[in-house]
């Protein structure tokens, strides 16, 4: 089985992008984030011309998720459903076969001081708390997405400059640990322990590509079943160095034990 994310920064935009991955990569399941475009206007049809089933919660003007299946795809929710504050677009949980896949878009947090970051750190508690009261550690669960956090100095170019930055400040940090603690593996950095293996690059800095100025915030995390079937999890930079790319780029995974279709 194999299982890719991607902020795609608009999928209207990115369609072109989207579909040169999924023909020459054929993932069995591709989660997106940041479609930025509301439900009536996502761009279905390519998707199911190319096999795929197609599960989506989006809104005008931003965030937006979206998850792409070669199997059938159960949806499960798509917010947390906690008698907080709603934040439709963020959130898509399906169950694919027997695995539960969690797709998320976790809030930037814009400032230290702004009340984005409060909610970033709230948010990342309700997805503990979610996966605390539908799903369990020994059971095969996949978390994937654009979670707008660094979790190690590994993970991101000149640490030192950046820690009062709302995705590597320590208070961020320590609300995505809490998540990971839940019973997760982050699979890169469990087959690549090394420094680097960025997904994000600003636009804003010149050839940050090949100057290696980048952050690696886009995580695919599986509980141990999952884990332990994971042969490979990868960074693909060609989606980053297309023409009018998203500024983050695909990280993917395979899995033995699960036929692929």
């Known amino acids: 089985m194999r299982v890719a994310t991607f902020n795609v920064n608009s999928i209207r935009t990115r369609l072109p992008i989207v579909m040169d991955w999924l023909k020459r990569h054929r993932p069995d399941v591709f989660c997106l984030q940041e479609t930025k475009t509301p439900d ?4 279905v049809e390519p998707f199911l011309q190319a096999g795929y089933q197609v599960l989506f919660r989006g809104r005008k003007g931003g965030n937006g998720v979206a998850l792409l299946s070669l199997q059938p795809a159960e949806m499960v929710g798509s917010d947390f459903d906690d008698g907080g504050m709603p934040d439709p677009a963020r959130l ?3 169950r694919v076969g027997d695995t539960l896949i969690v797709n998320v878009y976790v809030p930037q947090g814009r400032d230290i001081d702004h009340p984005m970051f ?3 750190l709230e948010w990342l508690g309700r997805l503990r708390r979610w996966f605390e009261g539908h799903a369990a550690p020994n059971q095969p669960v996949l978390l994937l997405g654009d979670m707008n956090v660094a979790p190690q100095p590994i993970d991101l170019h000149h640490p030192e400059r950046h820690q ?4 590597f400040h320590p208070d961020i940090r320590e609300a995505y640990a809490r998540v990971v603690e839940w019973g997760f593996t982050d699979l890169y950095r469990r087959r690549h322990p090394e420094p680097g293996g960025y997904t994000f690059f600003d636009y804003r800095t010149r050839d940050a590509i090949n100057r290696g100025l980048g ?3 886009d995580h695919i995390l599986a509980t141990e079943s999952m884990a332990v079937r994971c042969r490979d999890c990868r960074v693909d930079l060609e989606p980053r160095r297309a023409e009018r790319p998203s500024d983050h780029t695909v ?4 899995f033995d034990g699960v036929q692929r279709t």
């Not at 009536?40 to 761009?43: A, D, G, H, L, Q």
């Not at 009062?164 to 995705?167: G, Y």
């Open 164 to 167: 009062r930055h709302v995705c």
């Open 215 to 217: 952050w690696r915030v």
């Open 251 to 254: 990280v993917v995974a395979d």
């Open 118 to 120: 409060a909610y970033k």
């Open 92 to 94: 898509l949980a399906a």
């Open 40 to 43: 009536e206007n996502f761009p």
